[in-house]
């Protein structure tokens, strides 16, 4: 039988709970979830779940269906391996991005994460500017994110690129480490809490899974080198996955990003270096385009400020002007066809009444 609490319940959750639990539901976590299926755990061990329909009907929008890492309420099994999903219990942190390939639509990679570790890894995959796009989103998450630099066995000079990331990332725990050799394992095992759930996040092949295994002292997750797009899709991790650590904690393994839309986010904490130098160019308008008395051109002229961190911050901040104008259109549609029906019933209904006065 397994301990709600190692699988990241808690005293909140119960809270949450109660009204559930006087329905005769029992609490479970989301470990797998594959199409309308999902893998839950709970006391009595791994149920197969899918939504009720009661649930399906009075679900809001995709963000709100059950995803990796939700705590949900369902039914006792009765003879069946199958249960029923009938709710699910606001989540503490969710990691989202905008859907891939639109801007509307808010993907959840996975909720009520304690620590999201953002995994790059040390070959030709080191990014900083990607780093600080994964930091803007994680911020938002409610999550303490961690970047985990990984295959430091294959770069040279690893102490070189932690100092550059410590550099952007403000304060947020840079590890340099090897899934293969262990390096600063330790480091990593640092953030494995019993009851506490971290979440895995980066580009494919960065080695995730391999950490994941390493972790869990099991070759349970498949890895392999990352492979040319082959139309078969190249990630070797296919579904997002939770696993209880044996020694404490909770992974959620993910597969590859291949790009990660900014939803909900703020982009000037991720570069508040930046934020407080515009607050000394001589105009407070400034663009720094030139304009005299400009501190962040002086910072670049000095050398003290990278112009590829300038170029990101504007770059991130246009995308996420453009993502809010885009969720306000969005979120106008809904508006319109909602009290477009609404009005057209409400016609139907004089005509109706004005039928029954004849
Ligand atoms: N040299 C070295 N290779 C590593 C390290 N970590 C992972 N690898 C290798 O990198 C390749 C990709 O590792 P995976 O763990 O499958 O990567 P992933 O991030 O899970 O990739 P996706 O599942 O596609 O998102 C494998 O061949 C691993 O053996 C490391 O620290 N050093
Ligand atoms: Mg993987
Ligand atoms: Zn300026």
């Known amino acids: 039988m397994n301990n709600l609490y190692a699988l990241g319940w808690d005293a909140s959750f119960e809270t949450h709970f109660q009204s559930y639990s006087d329905q005769g539901l029992i609490p479970a976590r989301i470990a797998i ?36 890492g939700d705590w949900v309420a369902v039914d006792r099994k009765t003879g069946t391996d199958q249960v029923d999903i009938q709710a699910v219990l606001p989540r503490r942190s969710e990691f989202s991005r905008a859907a891939a390939g639109r801007q509307t639509s808010q993907q959840i990679i996975a909720a009520n994460i304690d620590t999201v570790f953002l995994v790059t890894g040390l070959d030709h995959n080191f990014n900083l500017r990607r780093i600080e796009r994964y930091l803007t989103v994680a911020r938002e998450s409610g999550a303490d994110p961690v970047i985990v630099l990984n295959k430091a066995d294959l770069c040279p000079d690893t102490e070189v690129r932690r100092a550059e990331v410590e550099a952007v990332a403000r304060g947020v725990p840079v590890t340099a480490t090897s899934a293969v050799t262990g390096h600063n394992f330790d480091e990593i095992q640092l953030f494995m809490r019993p009851g506490k759930t971290v979440a895995l996040l980066g580009s494919s092949g960065v080695g995730k899974s391999t950490l994941v295994n390493r972790l869990l002292g099991q070759e349970i997750q498949d890895t392999g080198p990352a492979r040319i797009d082959d139309g078969r899709g190249r990630h070797t991790t296919t579904t997002r996955n939770l696993f209880v650590v044996p020694t404490g904690g909770i992974l959620i393994d993910t597969p590859g990003l291949r790009e990660i839309g900014l939803w909900e986010t703020d982009v000037d904490q991720t570069f508040d270096d930046l934020v407080d130098l515009a607050s000394r160019c001589r105009f407070s308008n400034c663009n720094h385009d030139g304009e005299p008395g400009c501190a962040i051109r002086e910072a670049v002229k000095t050398g003290a400020l990278d112009p590829g961190r300038l170029t990101n911050w504007r770059k991130l901040q246009r995308e996420q002007a453009f993502a809010i104008r885009q969720q306000d259109e969005a979120s106008k549609r809904r508006y319109a066809s909602a009290w477009k029906q609404i009005t057209t019933q409400t016609r139907q209904k004089n005509r109706f009444e004005e039928r029954d006065q004849d």
């Open 33 to 68: 979830e594959q199409r309308s299926l999902y893998q839950v755990m709970g006391e009595e061990g791994s149920l197969t779940a899918r939504c009720s329909g009661r649930f399906l009907h009075h679900i809001a929008d995709r963000a709100s269906m059950p995803t990796v």
